[in-house]
């Protein structure tokens, strides 16, 4: 809960600094800037997770009070994404040959107190990775895109309008399960330059280190960035398991399934007496 | 009551997975099959990775067969050598199977023959099974004598070199063909993660020619080894083994298991094995179904990068 408070401080501050921006920044007005805070730093996975909620404040300084947007990215750790598509084949449904998408975020999340698109052209938008629709799956892949055929390892050229109706499948089916989300109204101004968002994390989200980007935009350009982090890690009863599963795979393995026999001779043995 | 799976990273309602895990042990107790055609649908339905939920099951599977097993060896309805000749064929099938199954995905067409064995196994298995357990039950009702037991012996069954006795079972064949079943079930139990109890009970029955108060307890047997290394081995292979998610299915399969073990004596064998037909048939051609229905949507998320 130190997150808010240090915000709230932050935003009462403006009034005294203010000054020296607009010394330096002449006529203009001076320079904008953003500052903001998580409630929360880390996310501890416990057998009790059901997702979390993530609370960010943050302020705007301008002297000048020029209209200003905000805009707040949250990336989770990259995972390539392997899809399929079905198709008609003799009457049957089968999967075509998986595509493998690189560079896409685990989790994503894009807020702002308007729609993206009224806040930045599609190149600011685009360079930035700010929305969906402009996430950076698709620079590498454009270029080269994996397909297995078989067990070997092609490299094709693909694009055109089949290669967006399978980045815009990536995304709706990301959607689908809760990590990617594109938020018009996620950011709100709650006070004078003083805003908040909330990052919604579902029970699924990616354990690892995550990136939030909170972004001024005024006059359809960036002019301030801040940048902070949250970790969402397993703790505890749950953290020895994924570590003991994944460092040592055989004895996990041994140990589970002696576990198995065990109960079943265990339940067994309880039952004879009747 | 959520709780969350470490390994699979999904919550689910505990209380559920344990009465799921009841009922399909109640099903392998009552019909000697493992039961994992019927749970791997049902815990990919409520979300949990199908990779976790094949191998997790192996350990229910292992965990309720082995809990009735011992109930059905009390009752002397074990024939322990023909188990030990059906599990050592079954262990170099379920070797050959994983690796099968990791060049299936590889191809990126892992889905479509788990989609297919599914469709092609229990749908003819189901209905042979049901043809003939009807034709038995009808034989019954109406008062005639059961058909004069067929004595030609079959000469892959009897000519087959490397004879073996089975004197629970009253058997003296060659241990080839039990040898071969066994591994045919190893492999489709790596692939369809299933212990493979609906086809190995009625092989028992109608091509091993076993007397039907041994399949039960036999069939289960294997199950507990194959299942047993299908589970280890995908631990250690793929770490797709949710320890919670098996303790949930577990807590409910032993007990479950055991109530199935006691109710089956209670039912004529070909009753038993109608019922057993029909469920086999239903989940063989819903599973199939999605072969020929146009999906909802047609992409799909793969998990992991597969090899």
Same mark, same amino acid.
């Given at each position: 809960?130190?997150?808010?408070?240090?915000?709230?401080?932050?935003?009462?501050?403006?009034?005294?600094?203010?000054?020296?921006?607009?010394?330096?920044?002449?006529?203009?007005?001076?320079?904008?800037?953003?500052?903001?805070?998580?409630?929360?730093?880390?996310?501890?996975?416990?057998?009790?997770?059901?997702?979390?909620?993530?609370?960010?404040?943050?302020?705007?300084?301008?002297?000048?009070?020029?209209?200003?947007?905000?805009?707040?990215?949250?990336?989770?750790?990259?995972?390539?994404?392997?899809?399929?598509?079905?198709?008609?084949?003799?009457?049957?449904?089968?999967?075509?040959?998986?595509?493998?998408?690189?560079?896409?975020?685990?989790?994503?999340?894009?807020?702002?107190?308007?729609?993206?698109?009224?806040?930045?052209?599609?190149?600011?938008?685009?360079?930035?990775?700010?929305?969906?629709?402009?996430?950076?799956?698709?620079?590498?892949?454009?270029?080269?895109?994996?397909?297995?055929?078989?067990? #070997?390892?092609?490299?094709?050229?693909?694009?055109?309008?089949?290669?967006?109706?399978?980045?815009?499948?990536?995304?709706?089916?990301?959607?689908?399960?809760?990590?990617?989300?594109?938020?018009?109204?996620?950011?709100?101004?709650?006070? #004078?330059?003083?805003?908040?968002?909330?990052?919604?994390?579902?029970?699924?989200?990616?354990?690892?280190?995550?990136?939030?980007?909170?972004?001024?935009?005024?006059?359809?350009?960036?002019?301030?960035? #801040?940048?902070?982090?949250?970790?969402?890690?397993?703790?505890?009863?749950?953290?020895?398991?994924?570590?003991?599963?994944?460092?040592?795979?055989?004895?996990?393995?041994?140990?589970?399934?002696?576990?198995?026999?065990?109960?079943?001779?265990?339940?067994?043995?309880?039952?004879?007496?009747? | 009551?959520?709780?969350?799976?470490?390994?699979?990273?999904?919550? +689910?309602?505990?209380?559920?997975? +344990?009465?799921?895990?009841?009922?399909?042990?109640?099903?392998?107790?009552?019909?000697?099959?493992?039961?994992?055609?019927?749970?791997?649908?049902?815990?990919?339905?409520?979300?949990?990775?199908?990779?976790?939920?094949?191998?997790?099951?192996?350990?229910?599977?292992?965990?309720?067969?082995?809990?009735? *097993?011992?109930?059905?060896?009390?009752?002397?309805?074990?024939?322990?050598?023909?188990?030990? *000749?059906?599990?050592?064929?079954?262990?170099?099938?379920?070797?050959?199977?994983?690796?099968?199954?990791?060049?299936?995905?590889?191809?990126?067409?892992?889905? !479509? *023959?788990?989609?297919?064995?599914?469709?092609?196994?229990?749908?003819?298995?189901?209905?042979?099974?049901?043809?003939?357990?009807?034709?038995?039950?009808?034989?019954?009702?109406?008062?005639?004598?059961?058909?004069? @037991?067929?004595?030609?012996?079959?000469?892959?069954?009897?000519?087959?070199?490397?004879?073996?006795?089975?004197?629970?079972? @009253?058997?003296?064949?060659?241990?080839?063909?039990?040898?071969?079943?066994?591994?045919?079930?190893?492999?489709?139990?790596?692939?369809?993660?299933?212990?493979?109890?609906?086809?190995?009970?009625?092989?028992?029955?109608?091509?091993?020619?076993?007397?039907?108060?041994?399949?039960?307890?036999?069939?289960?047997?294997?199950?507990?080894?194959?299942?047993?290394?299908?589970?280890?081995?995908?631990?250690?292979?793929?770490?797709?083994?949710?320890?919670?998610?098996?303790?949930?299915?577990?807590?409910?399969?032993?007990?479950?298991?055991?109530?199935?073990?006691?109710?089956?004596?209670?039912?004529?064998?070909?009753?038993?094995?109608?019922?057993?037909?029909?469920?086999?048939?239903?989940?063989?051609?819903?599973?199939? !179904?999605?072969?020929?229905?146009?999906?909802?949507?047609?992409?799909?998320?793969?998990?992991?990068?597969?090899?």
């Amino acid at each position: 809960m130190i997150g808010p408070i240090l915000a709230v401080a932050a935003a009462l501050a403006p009034p005294a600094p203010s000054t020296a921006p607009s010394h330096t920044g002449g006529g203009a007005g001076g320079q904008a800037a953003i500052s903001a805070a998580l409630t929360d730093t880390t996310v501890e996975v416990k057998s009790d997770f059901r997702g979390a909620r993530i609370v960010l404040y943050g302020a705007v300084f301008d002297p000048a009070a020029r209209p200003s947007d905000v805009v707040i990215l949250v990336r989770g750790p990259e995972q390539p994404v392997r899809i399929t598509r079905k198709q008609k084949v003799a009457g049957l449904w089968l999967n075509s040959r998986p595509v493998v998408f690189r560079g896409a975020p685990g989790f994503y999340r894009a807020a702002s107190n308007r729609p993206l698109e009224d806040i930045a052209n599609f190149s600011t938008l685009r360079r930035l990775g700010a929305g969906v629709d402009h996430l950076p799956i698709n620079a590498p892949a454009e270029r080269r895109i994996e397909t297995r055929y078989g067990v #070997r390892d092609v490299v094709v050229y693909r694009q055109g309008a089949d290669y967006y109706v399978w980045r815009r499948a990536v995304v709706r089916l990301k959607e689908k399960a809760g990590l990617y989300h594109e938020d018009g109204r996620g950011v709100r101004f709650v006070d #004078r330059g003083l805003f908040r968002a909330e990052i919604e994390l579902p029970t699924g989200a990616p354990t690892g280190v995550y990136r939030a980007d909170i972004l001024l935009f005024q006059g359809g350009r960036a002019v301030s960035t #801040r940048t902070r982090t949250l970790t969402v890690k397993k703790v505890g009863f749950e953290r020895a398991l994924y570590v003991w599963a994944h460092d040592r795979p055989w004895s996990y393995g041994l140990a589970s399934m002696a576990f198995a026999l065990v109960a079943g001779w265990a339940a067994s043995a309880a039952f004879r007496r009747d | 009551m959520d709780i969350y799976l470490p390994i699979a990273e999904v919550a +689910v309602n505990a209380p559920l997975i +344990v009465a799921l895990g009841a009922f399909v042990g109640f099903i392998s107790g009552m019909f000697g099959i493992g039961g994992g055609f019927l749970m791997t649908p049902m815990l990919v339905f409520l979300g949990i990775p199908p990779a976790v939920a094949v191998s997790s099951m192996a350990h229910h599977v292992a965990a309720s067969s082995t809990s009735s *097993v011992i109930a059905y060896g009390r009752r002397r309805a074990v024939d322990f050598r023909m188990g030990a *000749v059906l599990a050592a064929g079954g262990i170099a099938g379920a070797f050959a199977g994983v690796e099968l199954f990791r060049v299936l995905r590889l191809l990126g067409q892992a889905d !479509l *023959v788990v989609a297919a064995s599914y469709l092609v196994f229990l749908s003819v298995i189901g209905a042979l099974m049901l043809v003939e357990s009807l034709q038995a039950i009808l034989r019954r009702r109406r008062g005639q004598p059961p058909p004069p @037991r067929r004595d030609r012996r079959p000469v892959w069954l009897y000519g087959l070199p490397l004879k073996m006795r089975f004197p629970r079972s @009253r058997l003296y064949i060659s241990v080839i063909p039990p040898l071969a079943l066994g591994g045919f079930v190893g492999v489709l139990s790596a692939i369809m993660g299933v212990g493979g109890g609906f086809i190995l009970v009625p092989a028992m029955v109608y091509v091993l020619r076993m007397p039907a108060g041994m399949v039960v307890g036999t069939s289960l047997m294997q199950i507990i080894v194959t299942a047993g290394l299908t589970g280890v081995l995908q631990a250690g292979r793929n770490q797709t083994v949710d320890i919670v998610l098996a303790v949930l299915l577990i807590a409910g399969g032993i007990v479950g298991a055991q109530f199935g073990a006691r109710a089956s004596s209670r039912f004529r064998a070909e009753e038993l094995r109608s019922v057993l037909a029909v469920i086999v048939l239903v989940v063989g051609l819903r599973m199939g !179904l999605d072969l020929f229905l146009a999906p909802d949507e047609p992409f799909v998320l793969m998990s992991g990068l597969g090899g």
